[in-house]
């Protein structure tokens, strides 16, 4: 049974930090691309971060990039979102998902949210101006 647990949300300030985790198991890990998703009230889902399976290639929305970095630790099965800088239009609930389909292609591959296989629960992350 595949489970995806995110950790690490919660309330923070404009400006402030937090380290989301998803932790990964009933699945090969390393083999996996693994994107994080969120989901702001009213809106639908959209791409955040993916990072390959293999060299770890990764991939941000023009929204978070140079503020957030997501990274993968495969001895423990976890990956992580560290997220900088944030505004109160982040706000959302964000949600792991791992890919386990081995081809590789373009970034647009890994922002298409069917191209995911396993999503997590989500974790809220509200940030107060």
């Known amino acids: 049974q595949v489970q995806l647990v995110e950790s690490g949300g919660g309330l923070v300030q404009d400006g402030g930090s937090l380290r989301l985790s998803c932790a990964a198991s009933?699945?090969?890990?390393?083999?996996?691309?693994m994107g994080w998703f969120r989901q702001a009230p009213g809106k639908e889902r959209e791409f955040v971060a993916a990072i390959t399976w293999g060299y770890g290639r990764t991939y941000y929305s023009d929204s978070v990039k140079g503020r957030f970095t997501i990274s993968r630790d495969n001895a423990k099965n976890t990956m992580y979102l560290q997220m900088n800088s944030l505004k109160p239009e982040d706000t959302a609930v964000y949600y792991c998902?791992?890919?386990?389909?081995?081809?590789?292609?373009?970034?647009?591959?890994?922002?298409?949210?069917?191209?995911?296989?396993?999503w997590g629960q989500g974790t809220q992350v509200t940030v107060s101006s």
């Open positions: 009933g699945l090969t890990f390393s083999s996996c691309t």
């Open positions: 998902a791992a890919r386990t389909s081995l081809r590789l292609g373009s970034s647009s591959r890994y922002r298409d949210d069917h191209e995911y296989d396993y």
